[in-house]
């Protein structure tokens, strides 16, 4: 077996023009790697042209899989001695686990090439490929590389991946109020300051069903009261896709109203651009990406001050976003995305490669935390879902932690207005962790929807936080949007304040969360009973007492959370 190394070069090698007529020779037999139809939707309609260039990335086989398995349990699980012992980049290169950046890298290669070279390369055929909403992609259904390579390559796209670039998981309203009348300057003079007042938290005054607030949920939370103590050490970012970046006027005047000690954060915070990716050309237009982008960074701030916050504007792909961050020496400690998409329009081996990618963050110490669809048991949105229901991706990943939604007070219920993204992965398996909590939930729920979902999958979401009608500033309008798009930022920015803490007290961050949300953390929530994952045309899911597959364990109990964290490892 070459070294990894040395069988980079062979790859390169293959890949350079003047050795695209390996396939045609008769010395490297081919064989099919990989399969997976066009999922339900997408239809085939013309060949791509010629010369048309596709990025393609090849994901070589990690070596120390087994290896990094062992190390994110240890260092994530609280009654292990190894506990907040995180890897660095460097640390993870010495374990033979390599995330350097794309162009040095050894185990991730990106090159753009024509297709049909590609085509020749891969002894594959692309077609242009049409979604009912009428966006196109270009995609194969089957590849081949040959038989000697098999071992060395885990994925090569875009080849088979249908999934349709990730969805905003915020919910676009048709209620759109305005900031105000006059010149937006006049913001803060002309309304009545949310954030003044007492500090006094009473939920019955403060949150209102139609208008989530900041002071709300800041209220409902716990977090109103707590001081951060370690702001420079401590950062939480939120990631954009489809080019999306936030518009710095819409944030200042967010925090201006609802946070205005935070108002400078608006100018200051880092958008850091996924650089030189071929599909990051412009930041988009779209409204509902602005809003999503817009509500991120809102929520995220708005409750975390003055914790150190970032952003990135990532293109068209999980996988890009991956690469990048996998190769930056210095992270934020919490990473918030309200984006995903329905796992079966990923090949398995995609979906398993970037799940590794965020088992490799957990390593090195970051919590994910993602969104869990707006569509209840069909997933991301709503769609038919012939005899089985949809679970979402990366909600289905083990290694993060994925954040459904809740709606009103006192109690806090699953939403209705759409269904909180839940279900049961058909790519991973049950993680142990949540082994014990899910068998009970199932236990509970008999054979209702059997056979529609898999009970042997990782099952989600592990928690959730409010996302109904929560009041954002976008495009200079305040409006009130729904979607687990919301909770995950909410959710977050809880945490990062809970890092903040340790940090404090001199101790590791939490990491990866679910071996403690499972376990010492996980009555520091808020139990929702009532309500249900309605998806599919069934009622989805029902929330019940402990954990769910609507609402997970629930929403955050800051003061309970701190007790939770500062319970288990003592090192
Ligand atoms: C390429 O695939 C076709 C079938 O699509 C097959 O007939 C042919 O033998 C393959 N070529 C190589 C070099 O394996
Ligand atoms: C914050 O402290 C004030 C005064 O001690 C108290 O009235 C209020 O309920 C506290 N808020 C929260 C969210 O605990
Ligand atoms: C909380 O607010 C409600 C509604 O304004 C009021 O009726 C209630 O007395 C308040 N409770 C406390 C403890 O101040
Ligand atoms: C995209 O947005 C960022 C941040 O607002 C801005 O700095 C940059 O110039 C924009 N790029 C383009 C191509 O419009
Ligand atoms: C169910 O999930 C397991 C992983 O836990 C997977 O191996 C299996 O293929 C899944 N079944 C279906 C029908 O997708």
Known sequence: MPSMHLFTFGILALLLPNAIAAPTSNTAAYAVKERHDAPQGWTKITSPVEYQTISL??????????????IALEVSDPSHPRYGQYLSAKQLLGHGIDTAALSSTRDWINVDLPVHKVESLLNTTYFNYRYTDGSTLVRTSEWSLPVYLHGYVDLIQ???????????????????????????????????????????????????????????????????NYTAQVPERNMIGVTSYHGSVQRRSDIRQYLKKF????????DTFPIVFT????????????????AEADMDAELAIGISWPTSFMAWSTGEDFIEWMVYVLAQDSLPQVISTSWGANEHTWPLATTTRLCDGYKELGVRGVSLIFASGDAGVAGVRDESCGSEFHPTFPA???????????????????????????????????????????????????????????RSGRAYPDVAAQGALTTIVTSGIKTSNSGTSASAPIF???????????????????????????????????????????????????????????????????????????????T
């Open 396 to 454: 289905s990943c083990p290694w993060i932690t994925a954040v459904g939604a809740t709606k009103g007070f006192e109690p806090e219920v699953a939403v209705s207005a759409y269904g909180s993204g839940a279900g049961f992965s058909n790519h991973f398996a049950m993680p142990k962790y949540q082994v014990d909590a899910v068998h009970g939930y199932l236990e509970g729920i008999g054979d209702m929807h059997a056979g529609m979902y898999n």
């Open 57 to 70: 990335q090849i994901a070589l086989k990690q070596q120390n899989s087994d290896a990094l398995t062992k």
């Open 158 to 224: 875009p080849t088979t991946s249908f999934f349709r670039t990730p969805r905003p998981l915020i919910r676009p309203t048709h209620e759109h109020v305005p900031m105000r009348r006059h010149q937006r300057e006049d913001l803060l003079e002309t309304m009545p300051n949310d954030a003044s007042g007492s500090s006094a938290c009473n939920i019955s005054k403060l949150c209102d069903p139609t208008e989530t607030s900041l002071r709300c949920l800041r209220c409902l939370y716990g977090t109103m």
């Open 275 to 290: 650089a030189d990716v071929p599909h990051h050309q412009k930041n988009s237009t779209d409204p509902t990406d602005l």
């Open 492 to 570: 977050a920015a809880v945490i990062a304040l809970v890092n903040d803490a340790r940090i404090a007290a001199g101790k590791p961050v939490l990491g990866f969360l679910n071996p403690w949300i499972y376990g010492a953390a996980s009555a520091a929530f808020t139990d929702v009973e009532d309500g249900s994952s309605v998806g599919c045309d069934t009622d989805g899911f029902p929330a019940a007492d402990g954990w769910d597959a609507v609402t997970g364990f629930g929403t955050p109990n800051f003061d309970r959370l701190i007790e939770a964290a500062f319970s288990v490892f003592e």
């Open 259 to 266: 946070r205005p000690e935070a108002v400078e954060v608006a």
